[in-house]
Protein backbone atom coordinates (compact mmCIF):
# COMPACT_ATOMS: atom_id res chain seq x y z
CA UNK A 1 0.00 0.00 0.00
CA UNK A 2 1.50 3.32 -0.85
CA UNK A 3 2.16 5.63 2.21
CA UNK A 4 1.89 9.15 2.77
CA UNK A 5 3.13 10.73 5.43
CA UNK A 6 2.41 13.96 6.71
CA UNK A 7 5.16 15.18 9.83
CA UNK A 8 2.16 16.76 12.09
CA UNK A 9 -1.35 15.85 12.61
CA UNK A 10 -1.99 19.18 14.75
CA UNK A 11 0.15 22.16 14.93
CA UNK A 12 -0.40 25.55 16.57
CA UNK A 13 1.77 28.54 15.44
CA UNK A 14 1.75 32.40 16.06
CA UNK A 15 1.51 35.34 13.24
CA UNK A 16 4.25 36.00 10.92
CA UNK A 17 6.15 32.68 11.99
CA UNK A 18 7.96 30.65 9.34
CA UNK A 19 6.02 27.45 9.31
CA UNK A 20 7.21 24.17 7.41
CA UNK A 21 4.59 21.25 7.15
CA UNK A 22 6.49 18.19 5.43
CA UNK A 23 5.32 15.82 3.86
CA UNK A 24 6.75 11.94 2.54
CA UNK A 25 5.69 8.91 0.30
CA UNK A 26 7.49 5.89 0.25
CA UNK A 27 5.99 4.70 -3.36
CA UNK A 28 8.42 6.53 -5.62
CA UNK A 29 5.72 8.96 -7.02
CA UNK A 30 6.42 11.67 -9.60
CA UNK A 31 3.98 13.69 -8.59
CA UNK A 32 3.57 15.29 -5.23
CA UNK A 33 0.69 17.90 -4.08
CA UNK A 34 -0.54 20.10 -1.29
CA UNK A 35 -3.78 21.23 -0.83
CA UNK A 36 -5.72 23.27 1.92
CA UNK A 37 -9.58 22.11 2.69
CA UNK A 38 -11.88 24.80 4.24
CA UNK A 39 -15.58 24.42 4.79
CA UNK A 40 -17.45 24.56 1.78
CA UNK A 41 -14.25 25.20 -0.40
CA UNK A 42 -13.59 21.49 -0.74
CA UNK A 43 -9.63 21.01 -1.44
CA UNK A 44 -7.90 23.51 -3.41
CA UNK A 45 -4.42 22.84 -5.12
CA UNK A 46 -1.67 24.98 -3.27
CA UNK A 47 1.53 23.96 -4.90
CA UNK A 48 2.68 20.67 -7.01
CA UNK A 49 5.71 18.94 -7.97
CA UNK A 50 5.99 16.51 -11.36
CA UNK A 51 9.43 15.88 -10.19
CA UNK A 52 12.95 16.52 -8.21
CA UNK A 53 13.48 20.53 -7.91
CA UNK A 54 10.66 21.15 -10.23
CA UNK A 55 6.88 22.95 -8.71
CA UNK A 56 4.32 24.51 -10.40
CA UNK A 57 1.40 26.82 -8.81
CA UNK A 58 -1.84 25.79 -8.18
CA UNK A 59 -4.90 27.73 -7.63
CA UNK A 60 -3.86 29.88 -4.33
CA UNK A 61 -0.40 29.96 -3.97
CA UNK A 62 0.13 33.28 -2.39
CA UNK A 63 1.52 33.09 0.61
CA UNK A 64 3.17 29.64 -0.09
CA UNK A 65 5.93 27.94 -1.30
CA UNK A 66 7.65 25.10 -1.33
CA UNK A 67 10.45 22.76 -2.03
CA UNK A 68 10.93 19.29 -3.35
CA UNK A 69 15.23 18.60 -3.00
CA UNK A 70 14.36 14.45 -3.25
CA UNK A 71 11.68 12.54 -4.59
CA UNK A 72 10.30 11.20 -1.74
CA UNK A 73 9.82 14.48 -0.11
CA UNK A 74 7.70 17.57 -0.53
CA UNK A 75 7.56 20.27 1.71
CA UNK A 76 5.60 23.60 2.14
CA UNK A 77 6.42 26.40 3.28
CA UNK A 78 4.40 29.72 5.05
CA UNK A 79 6.77 32.45 5.06
CA UNK A 80 4.79 34.62 7.48
CA UNK A 81 1.96 32.82 8.30
CA UNK A 82 -0.91 34.63 9.09
CA UNK A 83 -4.16 33.54 10.57
CA UNK A 84 -6.31 33.24 7.01
CA UNK A 85 -4.08 30.54 6.86
CA UNK A 86 -5.57 28.18 9.39
CA UNK A 87 -7.28 25.37 7.71
CA UNK A 88 -6.41 21.76 6.68
CA UNK A 89 -3.22 20.96 4.59
CA UNK A 90 -3.57 17.40 2.97
CA UNK A 91 -0.74 16.57 1.05
CA UNK A 92 -0.99 13.81 -1.78
CA UNK A 93 1.06 11.71 -4.14
CA UNK A 94 0.67 10.29 -7.53
CA UNK A 95 2.53 8.20 -10.37
CA UNK A 96 2.44 9.05 -14.14
CA UNK A 97 1.81 12.37 -16.26
CA UNK A 98 -1.26 12.08 -17.42
CA UNK A 99 -3.54 12.75 -14.49
CA UNK A 100 -5.40 9.58 -14.77
CA UNK A 101 -4.03 7.46 -11.83
CA UNK A 102 -5.33 8.44 -8.36
CA UNK A 103 -3.95 10.63 -5.60
CA UNK A 104 -3.02 8.98 -2.26
CA UNK A 105 -3.84 10.75 0.54
CA UNK A 106 -1.93 11.58 4.03
CA UNK A 107 -3.96 12.08 6.82
CA UNK A 108 -3.77 15.58 7.10
CA UNK A 109 -2.51 18.42 9.01
CA UNK A 110 -4.85 21.01 11.29
CA UNK A 111 -3.04 24.07 11.22
CA UNK A 112 -4.10 26.86 13.58
CA UNK A 113 -2.33 30.62 13.34
CA UNK A 114 -2.98 32.48 16.33
CA UNK B 1 -11.99 25.63 -17.55
CA UNK B 2 -12.85 22.33 -15.41
CA UNK B 3 -15.63 22.56 -12.96
CA UNK B 4 -17.03 20.44 -10.72
CA UNK B 5 -19.86 20.45 -8.52
CA UNK B 6 -21.35 19.02 -5.30
CA UNK B 7 -24.75 20.49 -4.65
CA UNK B 8 -25.57 18.72 -1.75
CA UNK B 9 -23.83 20.07 1.70
CA UNK B 10 -24.83 17.86 3.72
CA UNK B 11 -26.97 14.99 3.82
CA UNK B 12 -28.25 12.33 6.73
CA UNK B 13 -30.32 9.14 6.46
CA UNK B 14 -31.02 6.12 8.50
CA UNK B 15 -29.15 3.29 8.39
CA UNK B 16 -30.11 1.07 5.94
CA UNK B 17 -31.46 3.45 3.56
CA UNK B 18 -30.33 4.29 -0.25
CA UNK B 19 -28.20 6.93 -0.63
CA UNK B 20 -27.04 9.19 -3.53
CA UNK B 21 -24.43 11.56 -3.88
CA UNK B 22 -25.05 13.48 -6.86
CA UNK B 23 -21.58 15.15 -8.89
CA UNK B 24 -22.18 17.25 -12.11
CA UNK B 25 -19.26 18.34 -13.92
CA UNK B 26 -18.09 20.61 -16.98
CA UNK B 27 -14.81 20.09 -19.18
CA UNK B 28 -14.05 21.24 -22.88
CA UNK B 29 -11.52 17.98 -22.89
CA UNK B 30 -12.98 14.84 -24.90
CA UNK B 31 -10.91 12.83 -22.81
CA UNK B 32 -11.31 12.92 -19.26
CA UNK B 33 -11.40 11.34 -15.75
CA UNK B 34 -13.84 11.51 -12.99
CA UNK B 35 -13.26 10.27 -9.41
CA UNK B 36 -14.81 9.87 -6.02
CA UNK B 37 -13.08 9.72 -2.54
CA UNK B 38 -14.06 9.21 0.59
CA UNK B 39 -12.66 11.10 3.77
CA UNK B 40 -13.57 9.63 6.66
CA UNK B 41 -13.25 11.11 10.60
CA UNK B 42 -9.63 10.21 10.27
CA UNK B 43 -8.71 12.61 7.64
CA UNK B 44 -7.30 10.62 5.22
CA UNK B 45 -9.14 11.15 2.12
CA UNK B 46 -9.83 7.12 0.32
CA UNK B 47 -9.64 6.92 -3.80
CA UNK B 48 -12.71 4.78 -4.23
CA UNK B 49 -13.32 5.07 -7.87
CA UNK B 50 -11.91 6.25 -11.47
CA UNK B 51 -13.87 6.42 -14.84
CA UNK B 52 -12.97 7.69 -18.06
CA UNK B 53 -14.86 9.43 -20.06
CA UNK B 54 -15.12 6.52 -22.58
CA UNK B 55 -16.44 3.78 -20.42
CA UNK B 56 -19.90 4.69 -19.58
CA UNK B 57 -20.72 1.57 -17.84
CA UNK B 58 -22.05 1.72 -14.56
CA UNK B 59 -19.98 -0.20 -11.86
CA UNK B 60 -21.24 -1.85 -8.98
CA UNK B 61 -18.28 -2.70 -5.95
CA UNK B 62 -20.49 -4.31 -3.17
CA UNK B 63 -23.01 -1.52 -1.32
CA UNK B 64 -21.53 1.17 -3.95
CA UNK B 65 -22.40 1.69 -7.76
CA UNK B 66 -21.77 4.86 -9.78
CA UNK B 67 -23.75 5.98 -12.61
CA UNK B 68 -21.77 7.87 -15.45
CA UNK B 69 -23.91 9.70 -18.07
CA UNK B 70 -21.81 12.17 -20.40
CA UNK B 71 -25.33 13.10 -22.11
CA UNK B 72 -25.84 15.56 -18.53
CA UNK B 73 -22.13 15.56 -17.46
CA UNK B 74 -23.00 13.59 -13.74
CA UNK B 75 -21.22 11.04 -12.32
CA UNK B 76 -23.05 10.20 -9.15
CA UNK B 77 -22.70 7.68 -6.18
CA UNK B 78 -25.15 5.83 -4.69
CA UNK B 79 -24.78 3.50 -1.76
CA UNK B 80 -27.15 0.69 -1.53
CA UNK B 81 -28.62 -0.36 2.47
CA UNK B 82 -26.25 2.86 3.97
CA UNK B 83 -24.24 1.99 7.56
CA UNK B 84 -22.81 4.00 9.87
CA UNK B 85 -19.34 3.33 8.94
CA UNK B 86 -20.43 5.24 5.57
CA UNK B 87 -20.40 8.26 7.61
CA UNK B 88 -17.92 10.40 5.93
CA UNK B 89 -17.14 13.48 3.31
CA UNK B 90 -16.84 12.50 0.25
CA UNK B 91 -15.76 13.83 -2.74
CA UNK B 92 -15.95 14.18 -6.76
CA UNK B 93 -13.04 15.03 -8.84
CA UNK B 94 -12.19 15.58 -12.30
CA UNK B 95 -8.52 15.74 -13.94
CA UNK B 96 -7.42 19.35 -14.83
CA UNK B 97 -4.84 18.18 -17.69
CA UNK B 98 -1.46 16.65 -16.44
CA UNK B 99 -1.23 15.73 -12.80
CA UNK B 100 -3.96 17.76 -11.37
CA UNK B 101 -7.44 17.58 -10.13
CA UNK B 102 -10.06 19.97 -9.27
CA UNK B 103 -12.51 18.57 -6.53
CA UNK B 104 -15.85 19.34 -5.43
CA UNK B 105 -17.27 20.70 -2.59
CA UNK B 106 -17.83 17.52 -1.05
CA UNK B 107 -21.11 16.03 0.70
CA UNK B 108 -20.72 15.19 4.38
CA UNK B 109 -22.76 12.15 4.68
CA UNK B 110 -24.63 11.00 8.13
CA UNK B 111 -25.91 7.38 8.43
CA UNK B 112 -28.12 7.53 11.81
CA UNK B 113 -28.29 4.43 13.71
Known amino acids: DVKVTQSSRYLVKRTGEKVFLECVQD?????MFWYRQDPGLGLRLIYF???????EKGDIPEGYSVSREKKERFSLILESASTNQTSMYLCASSFGRLGIQPQHFGDGTRLSIL | AQKVTQAQTEISVVEKEDVTLDCVYE???????LFWYKQPPSGELVFLIRRNSFDEQNEISGRYSWNFQKSTSSFNFTITASQVVDSAVYFCALNQGAQKLVFGQGTRLTINP
Open chain 1, 49 to 55: SYDVKMK
Open chain 1, 27 to 31: MDHEN
Open chain 2, 27 to 33: TRDTTYY
